[in-house]
């Protein structure tokens, strides 16, 4: 089974960087879509960033290109960055990382099929 999980989040002061990390257990798909999400409490899920491990293509939302960089380690596949600097305190957030096959990927949350639990990400004025 496939299943996806998080770590990393944590508090930062405005202006700082968090680094988070996914692991993608159980996936056996070799061409695969990976993704972050974010949600705060009473608002809807919004894409962060995306990256397709057959050619490394990246995807991010206007609001944190430039500031995050999502990223797949050389030396585990099935492991992925989500390296955030510049950070505000509009980042606050449950941050998600998802998973699914296919041929291109998208940054909408129902293109994506597994799901990871979530890790807090708080930024402090």
């Known amino acids: 089974q496939v299943q996806p999980v998080e770590s990393g989040g944590g508090s930062v002061q405005a202006g700082g960087s968090l680094k988070l990390s996914c692991v993608v257990n159980?996936?056996?798909?070799?061409?695969?879509?990976m993704g972050w999400f974010r949600q705060t409490p009473g608002k809807k899920r919004e894409a962060v960033a995306s990256i397709y491990t057959a050619d490394g293509t990246t995807k991010y939302d206007i609001s944190v290109e430039g500031r995050f960089t999502i990223s797949q380690e050389d030396n585990a596949k099935n492991t992925f960055s989500l390296q955030m600097s510049s950070l505000k305190v509009e980042d606050t957030a449950m941050y998600f990382c998802a998973a699914t096959p296919g041929d291109i990927c998208y940054v909408v949350d129902s293109f994506y099929s597994y799901w990871g639990q979530g890790t807090q990400v708080t930024v402090s004025a």
């Open positions: 159980g996936i056996t798909f070799t061409r695969y879509c």
